[in-house]
């Protein structure tokens, strides 16, 4: 198995990412609002890497999300494991040298961590009204970030790619 060195370049942006949500929220926990920036962390890695590679970079992510969110620990990491293996058997109809469709995916994938982080966890606090505001808002917050977000992440990543000198295709499509 040869090592892929994208693979530490996605995990160093997701670090990055992560870091700057936390800074973010940080800076908006006086309005009690809260960033959930996590979707694009899994996007690029499944698109561009062999599939070891990709879960691994997605592992240490997921293990790295965990140690730094307050969720039970092992949620992020079998979330972002779980998108991985779906979006890894449907990469064939992405074409990730854009950002039309991993932003998309990466809107899917921060919706469905974003829900199921409410509804797992947080599941005694779902007959409150408030809980329920406080959910609908945050996610429009964070769609609405991610928008500007999203497309910036991914130009990162593939000008790391670019300025490293590493191999800018994604691996094993059947296209050339």
């Given at each position: 198995?040869?090592?892929?060195?994208?693979?530490l370049?996605?995990?160093?942006?997701n670090v990055?990412?992560?870091?700057l949500?936390?800074?973010?929220?940080?800076?908006?926990a006086?309005?009690?609002?809260?960033?959930?920036?996590?979707?694009p962390?899994v996007?690029?890695p499944t698109l561009?890497?062999?599939?070891s590679a990709?879960f691994?970079?997605?592992?240490?992510?997921g293990?790295?999300?965990d140690?730094a969110?307050?969720a039970?620990?092992?949620?992020f990491?079998?979330?972002?494991l779980v998108?991985?293996a779906?979006?890894f058997?449907?990469?064939?109809?992405?074409?990730p040298?854009?950002?039309?469709h991993p932003?998309?995916?990466?809107h899917?994938?921060n919706?469905l961590f974003f829900?199921?982080l409410?509804?797992?966890?947080?599941?005694e606090l779902?007959?409150?009204?408030?809980?329920?505001?406080?959910?609908v808002?945050?996610?429009l917050l964070s769609h609405g970030?991610l928008?500007?977000?999203?497309?910036?992440f991914f130009?990162?990543?593939?000008?790391l790619?670019?300025?490293l000198r590493?191999?800018?295709?994604?691996?094993?499509?059947p296209f050339?």
């Open positions: 198995m040869r090592f892929d060195p994208r693979s370049i996605l995990f160093g942006t990055l990412l992560l870091y949500m936390q800074l973010l929220n940080s800076a908006l006086e309005w009690s609002l809260y960033l959930f920036l996590l979707g962390m996007i690029l561009y890497l062999r599939h990709a691994l970079c997605t592992l240490l992510t293990l790295w999300v140690a969110l307050p039970p620990f092992g949620w990491t079998l979330s972002f998108a991985n779906i979006l058997q449907m990469r064939l109809r992405f074409r040298e854009h950002n039309d932003v998309l995916l990466a899917i994938a919706f829900v199921a409410s509804l797992g966890p947080a599941r779902a007959s409150e009204p408030a809980y329920w505001l406080r959910i808002t945050d996610l970030a928008l500007i977000i999203a497309p910036w130009q990162l990543e593939r000008l790619f670019d300025i590493v191999e800018t295709e994604p691996e094993n499509l050339s």
